[in-house]
C-alpha cells in the first residue's frame, strides 16, 4: 500500500508529464483535498499508508488536471481577500490582482458610511462580498447573467455569514431594471480581445466562462456597454471602481469621462501596473 509521501510523489510525476509546470503543488493540494487535511497535517503523516479508495480518488483528481482543468475547479475553493470562496465552471476564478479593487473601494470610501452598493457581473461575488465583509453597514445589490454565478455567489454569502443585506439578481447589464440609485458601483467585466484570447493559457481558454472574459476586437465593449448603465444607477458625486487590463487605462477612462464622470484616481496593482480606476459621477449641466 502506498504512503502518503509515495501518492505525492506519483500524483506530481503524472502531471509533470502533462507539463503541468506547479506539478508539485498541484499534487499536494489534491491529495489534501482528498485526505481532508491541512498541508501541515499531511507533511506530519508523510509515512501513513493510504487506502486504495483514497488512491482511486486521487488518480481521479489528477487525470483532471492533466487535462488542465484549474485546480480551483478541481477542488472547487479559491482564495481571495484573506477568505476562501466556492468556484465552478459558472464563475471567473478570483485573481489576485482583483483585491486592487476592494483595496480601492476600502481606502476610498468610509468604511462606516451606510452605502448601497452594486456589482455589474458579480461572478462568484468575491468583489462586492469581500467589500460587505469590512463594511458593515454597507448593503448591495449583485447583478450576473448566469444562473450558475448567482447560485456560487448566495452560497459565498452564506458561507461567509455577512449580516449585510444583499440582493442577487439574474439580469444581463441591459435589460437590468431595479429601483433606486447607489452609492458606489463597481465591475471587473470582460476585457480580453478576441484576438488574445486565443492566446490565453490552456486551462482559462477551454474551462473559465468566456463571457466573463472575451470583450470585442479591442477589449473595451464592455466598458462602453457599462458606462450609460452606471451613468444611469449611480447617484450624483456617487463612485466608480473598475478593473481594466493591462495598458487599457487611458481607453476606459476616456470612455468613462465621455458618459459624465470625473477620474479621481488609478489604482496599481502590486508589480506597479494600473489596474483599477476611481470615478465619482459628475452632475449633468
Known sequence: MLTIKKLLEEGGALLKKS??????????????????????????????????????????????????????????????????????????????????????????????????????????????????????????????????????????????????????????WKDLKIEGEFDIIISNPPYITSQDMHDLQEDIREYEPNVALEAGEDGLDAYRSLAPIIRRYLKENGSVFLEFGEGQCDDVLSIMLDHGFSSEKVIKDLSGKDRCVFLKKLERN
Open 19 to 172: 507539463n503541468i509546470d506547479s506539478y508539485r503543488v498541484d499534487s499536494r493540494i489534491l491529495l489534501a483535498k482528498v485526505l481532508k487535511l491541512s498541508m501541515e497535517e499531511m507533511i506530519v503523516r508523510y509515512d501513513n499508508e493510504v487506502s486504495e479508495n483514497i488512491q482511486e480518488e486521487f488518480f481521479k483528481l489528477v487525470a483532471r488536471r492533466q487535462k488542465k482543468e484549474p485546480i480551483s475547479y478541481i477542488t472547487g475553493v479559491k482564495e481571495f481577500y484573506g477568505m476562501d470562496f466556492f468556484v465552478d465552471k459558472n464563475v471567473l476564478i478570483p485573481r489576485p490582482d482583483s483585491e486592487n479593487l476592494v483595496g480601492g473601494v476600502l481606502q476610498n470610501i468610509e468604511k462606516d458610511k451606510e452605502v448601497k452598493i452594486l456589482e455589474l457581473g458579480s461572478g462568484s461575488g468575491c468583489l462586492i462580498l469581500s467589500i460587505l465583509k469590512h463594511m458593515k453597514n454597507a448593503s448591495g445589490v449583485a447583478v450576473d447573467i448566469k444562473e450558475g454565478a448567482i447560485n456560487i455567489a448566495k452560497k459565498n454569502y452564506k458561507n461567509l455569514r455577512l449580516y449585510n443585506e444583499i440582493e442577487f439578481i439574474k439580469s444581463d
